[in-house]
């Protein structure tokens, strides 16, 4: 098969397409990139020339993608990964130094391993710190210099103190597959401590439909609500990836209600923007984008 210049995408508008897909407009996109308003829409229509597809559409003042520029950003975002990991690799001023990521002990995980692992192949002369607290605990590490970045579970009344949201799936009921504790009466529940807003969110919505419950188990480790839930004790909310082997999602015709999604954040430090910093923020997001949900199992 051969392959003409025509075939070829170009890195820069496809940084570009990525600007626009994570701000949802033009002009934010063009402030971010460093370009005019013009030479990103320029950029565009020559992008979906290359792919022979429409992949934006208007939705008011915004820019949405269509879902062939769904599929393009997912292949947007590995090539510029791709391109900026081959990059450092063979950057004789590489960056070098120590970085402190603060997570959700039920984050880490889930998610670390993907993380670590890319971040340590494209900068092998770093030293990652990583400290696992909940959220609000981060949120103040942050906020006192202690933490350089961290993965948070995002809450809208907090919304101007966190990041971007890098990560939505959907929270669900979740009770052991060899065991009847869903059907007791009240129900028994196994949540995070009074501040953890899964736990809020639960209650609410089972207050909403009348259901009589009681919390037994209440721990910030996401390991020890698990092994709650999967010993037949009580039943519990996790996100779509956390549930293991063994867990059975429980329906609304279950008379379970409907929970708001699980929506994961990127915090930065707000004194520091050191490129060590900016690059494990990087590789974070994109690691999650990368990280797919099939029959409860993180692939």
């Keep these: 098969m051969v392959f003409t210049l025509a075939a070829l995408l170009d890195l820069d508008q496809l940084r570009t397409f990525i600007a626009i897909a994570e701000t949802g407009s033009f002009t934010r996109a063009a402030e971010s990139v460093h370009k005019t308003q013009s030479a990103v829409s320029m950029q565009m229509r020559r992008l979906e020339e290359r792919v022979g597809k429409p992949i934006f559409v208007r939705d008011g003042r915004q820019s949405r993608l269509t879902e062939e520029g769904d599929r393009l950003l997912h292949y947007a975002r590995r090539l510029i990964r791709l391109n900026d990991e081959t990059l450092s690799a063979f950057d004789e001023a590489e960056l070098v130094g120590r970085v402190r990521l603060g997570t959700p002990d039920d984050y880490a995980d889930r998610f670390l391993p993907e993380i670590l692992a890319r971040f340590s192949r494209a900068y092998p002369r770093t030293e990652v710190t990583v400290v696992c607290a909940p959220t609000p605990l981060l949120v103040d590490a942050l906020r006192l210099q202690e933490l350089d970045v961290a993965i948070v579970t995002h809450v809208p009344q907090r919304r101007p103190t966190l990041g971007d949201v890098v990560r939505r799936e959907p929270l669900l009921w979740v009770t052991s597959t060899r065991h009847g504790v869903h059907e007791e009466d009240p129900l028994p529940l196994a949540l995070g401590r009074p501040t953890c807003d899964w736990r809020g969110a639960a209650i609410a919505a ?9 919390v037994l ?50 915090a930065k430090s707000w004194s520091d923007r050191a490129p060590l910093i900016d690059a494990l923020a990087d590789h974070i997001v994109s690691s999650l984008d990368n990280l797919a949900v099939r029959d409860g199992a993180m692939v």
């Design 217 to 266: 188990f209440a721990s910030w480790n996401s390991t020890a609500v698990g092994a709650a839930v999967l010993a037949g004790l009580a039943v519990s909310v996790l996100p779509e990836s956390a549930i293991r082997p063994g867990m059975r999602v429980l329906s609304e015709a279950e008379g379970f209600p409907r929970l708001p999604n699980c929506e994961i954040a990127l």
């Design 206 to 214: 089972l207050e909403s439909v009348g259901r009589a419950h009681k």
